[in-house]
């Protein structure tokens, strides 16, 4: 979903799905973001992480994603361990007056709503990345693959529901927003053809796959 003027808050709730069926060394996210409607710069997101540090089990930290200047560079908190059927909550808010369009300060927040376990990234000084950008690009719900050769190597429910997905405009105001679904997406997986479909309504989405 696209907000022009920019975006000051991004929040969602998920639930932490099953391991994948079979376990062959993938990396698997879920995430709500914010970034620019080009995709260019850097993304801000909560992430639910599948083995993504070869433990193959689920984590979930606040990420700052992959530098403004195309760098690569990843800014992400310390991870949480979850456990399936966690209760998650992610949100993404900037500190800046409220008004401002372009922000490089954000609280990144990954919490645990079962254990009251939370980690944060706050962006700004060394671990920015974000300086000038306008966040006016909103994801209300992404499922991110590395690896993957077969459909039993996703979580074996066979798909994630975001819910409580809210959002405000740079000077504070509720957006209610249209989602569209983008199957093809930036990294988009094409092998194995998976059930990859999502729908959704204005403060939740569906992801399938």
Known sequence: MNGSTGTRQLSANWTVPSAPTVE?????????????????????????????FGNNSWQFSSWNCCGADGSGTINYSTPIDVAVGDQLAGSMTQTCAVGSSSCASWNIVSADQTTGQSTTLTTGGNNTGSSGQVYN????????????????????????????????????HVITPTWSSDANGIGYVTSPACNYTSSSTTTDNWLYY
């Open 24 to 52: 062959n060394g993938q990396v698997v996210f879920f995430f709500p973001g914010l970034t620019q409607s080009n995709y260019s710069g850097t993304i801000l997101q909560p992430v639910l992480q599948w083995n993504e």
């Open 137 to 172: 690009w909103l994801d209300g719900a992404v499922l991110e693959a590395y690896g993957v050769t077969a459909c039993n190597q996703f979580p074996a429910d066979g798909s994630v529901h975001f819910s409580s997905i809210s959002a405000h405009d740079a000077s504070n």
